[in-house]
């Protein structure tokens, strides 16, 4: 009885196509949800930035007291959010007035800041050390832990010019037993580049 009331009372009415036109349009817009997403803000973007470069070392080994000219290789891979990985290989081959030379091969993480050009670093690597002794007396292999610094300066967005890196370098298993352990200090400068 009352459906039939209902529906003659909407029969009757002349717009009844714009009230349910609008009651379909109120109904999809109740039942409708919010898109939600999720943007990472610019300056706490992560990523990871790729340098390779080199650079000349002057190095003195207190085995032998040695001083040392060498070239050293190196790559960086940083993040945004000033923490990094440095990978080095080191050959300390020229200078050398008794035969004495040592490689060295090291890892580890670095910390950098940004100052508009300038980016000093702090870094510690650990690795693994070669030293051929004096007059070809024999060889060295030891563990290497080498705490360091720096200063790079930014020259444009690829290319760092690394005007200063601090390098002490500590060698505990030594060279034999009258010299059960030795390290060598030094300092090297050259240019980085970015991959991507």
Known sequence: M?????????????????????????ACLG??????????????????????????SGFYLNYGEQKMLGVVAFIDADTRRHLGIEAETRWLEFHNTNDINATTYLAGVRYFRDFGRLQPYAKCLVG???????FRLGQANSLVIAPGGGLDFLLNRRIHFRLIDFEYQRWPQGVYDSAPSFASVGISSGIRVRVF
């Open 31 to 56: 039942i409708a949800c919010t898109a939600k997403c999720q943007v990472v803000p610019a300056g706490d973007e992560g990523g990871l930035m790729l340098s390779a470069g080199g650079a000349a």
């Open 128 to 134: 693994f050390g070669h030293a051929n002794l004096a």
């Open 2 to 26: 009352i459906f039939r009331s209902v529906f003659r009372l909407w029969s009757g009415m002349p717009a009844r196509g714009a009230i349910c036109q609008s009651l379909v349009f109120s």
